[in-house]
């Protein structure tokens, strides 16, 4: 292997200290941030990544609370809870965990969440920050992936960054985010004609399709970082990204791994937009 590991683990140990010591700060005036995670139904993967998210808190020192309810509460109910979290002093950022049951309008419920407390960044008015570059909730997972760069002092003035991927979760934040840093940004996706062509020009890469090996070290140039933020499993239930990892690291200047990249971040970041949200109070 040539590439640096970019890796999330030890970042995110960094970056949870300073949240925990911020945290610490905020108590002392008598503020405990606090995070309501809420998860709608028994989805094993959410109720996983609930609990990572809830422990994560306790551990740095944030309050949470995990309001879990039945997969058949009606949207009218969930809309409620989410008005009673949002005129709760205790509760600075609120996160409804995505997938909702196909019943409730998802979209509808996280416009109910009040733009000062959406930690996930994913309200319409956290998008609209996002893009015209005005202070507001970044999505914690391309939040993490900037953080990645940093980490590397990585300038992304004049790079082409390539991202692969358009969702609204990962894909079109992560473009506009490296955008905001001054580099020329490429989305590529599944209509993309020749995926290849465009990632052989890229100085960074940004996987996020949800596909195994939708990169590999033929289609990456030597020395360019690629950060992976894939979440799959190999064929023997092993976790993997969306790269061709083994491939990939003879090639790139600097790699994130699957596990111990960008996972860990996301919950970091999670931990430090709703501290940010109980700063501003
Ligand atoms: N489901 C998968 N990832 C996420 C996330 O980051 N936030 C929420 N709310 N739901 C998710």
New binding site residues.
């Given amino acids: 292997m040539t590439a640096h590991l970019i890796d999330g683990n030890a970042l995110s140990k960094q970056l949870r200290a300073s949240v925990a010591e911020r945290a610490a700060a905020l108590r002392a005036r008598g503020i405990t941030p606090g995070l309501a995670v809420v998860l709608v139904g028994e989805n094993p993967a959410?109720q996983v990544?609930v609990r990572n998210k809830v422990k994560a808190c306790e551990d740095n020192g944030l309050y949470s609370v995990l309001d879990k309810h039945p997969a058949n509460l009606s949207e009218a109910d969930l809309l409620a809870r989410v008005e009673a979290l949002n005129n709760d002093p205790a509760i600075h950022g609120i996160?409804?965990?995505?997938p909702l049951p196909a019943h409730i309008d998802s979209h509808k419920v996280i416009e109910a969440i009040a733009p000062a407390k959406d930690v996930?960044g994913?309200h319409v008015a956290s998008a609209g920050a996002l893009m015209v570059g005005q202070p507001g909730f970044w999505p914690?997972?391309p939040y993490g992936c900037m953080m990645m760069l940093e980490s590397i002092h990585y300038d992304l003035r004049g790079k082409h960054a390539v991202v692969i991927g358009r969702s609204n979760?990962v894909g079109k934040p992560m473009a506009l985010m490296l955008l905001q840093k001054n580099a020329t940004v490429t989305i590529c996706h599944s209509a993309t004609p020749d995926l290849k062509a465009m990632t052989l020009q890229a100085d960074v890469i940004v996987a996020a399709v949800g596909k195994r090996n939708v990169l590999t070290a033929d289609m990456v140039k030597p020395g360019a970082v690629v950060i992976d933020v894939g979440m799959n499993r190999n064929d023997d239930g092993k976790l993997c990204g969306d790269v061709d990892f083994a491939g990939v690291s003879q090639v790139a200047g600097y790699i994130t791994p699957v596990p111990g990249g960008v996972g860990p971040m996301?919950i970091t970041m999670l931990l430090v937009n709703t501290l940010e949200a109980a700063e501003r109070l």
Avoid: A, K, N, P
């Fill in positions: 959410s990544y996160l409804v965990q995505l996930d994913f914690c997972t979760i996301t």
